[in-house]
């Protein structure tokens, strides 16, 4: 039983952290997409908009490993209360 309890905690826990990575790559990509972005980071300008598209690019293909990992696990665990929150459509 206690097996059980410590998986339960890990996966909630988990959950909770993804979750939160989740809202903070949807926000800096939100700040990439607006005129004359900078890094929201290290504030650098850049050169060429190809660079922005490129690491929007890569920040969504996170993002969608993200969601996958966290759909797993609300199946693996039949919570509904996460499903469907996490979606891409906004950031297409």
Same mark, same amino acid.
């Given at each position: 039983?206690?097996?059980?309890?410590?998986? &339960?905690? /890990?996966?909630?826990?988990?959950?909770?952290?993804?979750? &939160?990575?989740? %809202?903070? /790559?949807? !926000?800096?990509?939100? !700040? $990439?997409?607006?005129?004359?972005? &900078?890094?929201?980071?290290?504030?650098?300008? /850049?050169?060429?908009?190809?660079?922005?598209?490129?690491?929007?690019?890569?920040?969504?293909?996170? $993002?969608?490993?993200?969601?996958?990992?966290?759909? @797993? /696990?609300?199946?693996?665990? @039949?919570?509904? !209360? %996460?499903?469907?929150?996490?979606?891409?459509?906004?950031?297409?």
């Amino acid at each position: 039983m206690k097996t059980v309890v410590n998986v &339960a905690v /890990f996966v909630s826990s988990t959950r909770g952290h993804l979750t &939160a990575v989740d %809202y903070m /790559f949807k !926000k800096y990509i939100e !700040k $990439l997409r607006t005129h004359d972005p &900078a890094c929201p980071l290290c504030h650098r300008p /850049f050169d060429e908009q190809n660079e922005v598209d490129e690491l929007i690019s890569e920040a969504r293909r996170h $993002l969608i490993i993200i969601i996958i990992i966290i759909e @797993g /696990f609300n199946v693996a665990t @039949g919570s509904r !209360k %996460y499903m469907c929150r996490m979606t891409m459509s906004r950031y297409d």
